[in-house]
């Protein structure tokens, strides 16, 4: 009996490291969720609530008050969802939406699309930030919309990636993901 459970225990050790195994999240992290628009019939600036069901197959229930500008979307449409995960993994503060491509955009909607910046930060001085992306441009960011606590966990060599736009006269962030080496 016990070279059949010493048996068992090395063959699940073995196995186990090849297994899939779903990302974890936990409350306040970054999320970025894309999929299916469920609830309400039709997105508009009105909704404090969206249902949204993932890429992945799972149900998110997003908290859209912090949406600054929420995008006319009917159900059934892709759309993604750019937040904060709440108490539970299925619950989403959503911070930004993207509607699907081709939607047409809000009358008040500024015309230029969110960028990706992806890069190691070379230098921080304040809400200013210099990545250094892959092709070896250093670009300056000010981190309008990022908080000082955030701002205070990246470090000089870290490896971010930067949503955001060009605004007037700078480049508004509207997230920051930090990457692990």
Do not use: W
């Amino acid at each position: 009996m016990r070279r059949m459970v010493a048996f068992l225990i090395l063959t699940i050790a073995q196995i186990a490291p090849s297994l899939p195994v779903p990302a974890f999240a936990a409350p306040n992290d970054f999320r970025v969720v894309s999929g299916t628009l469920l609830h309400p019939a039709r997105l508009g600036p009105d909704a404090a609530v969206a249902v949204l069901k993932s890429d992945e197959g799972t149900v998110c229930y997003a908290d859209l008050r912090a949406v600054p500008r929420i995008p006319t979307v009917e159900r059934g449409a892709a759309v993604t969802f750019v937040g904060f995960e709440g108490s539970r993994p299925d619950q989403l503060a959503a911070q930004v939406i993207y509607p699907p491509e081709g939607a047409p955009a809000p009358p008040d909607a500024p015309l230029v699309r969110s960028q990706r910046i992806h890069g190691r930060i070379e230098s921080l001085a304040g809400a200013t930030v210099t990545v250094r992306v892959t092709d070896g441009k250093e670009v300056t960011l000010l981190l309008r919309g990022i908080s000082a606590k955030i701002r205070g966990l990246l470090q000089r060599g870290d490896v971010v990636t930067v949503f955001g736009r060009p605004a007037e006269t700078d480049f508004l962030v509207t997230g920051i993901i930090q990457s692990q080496d």
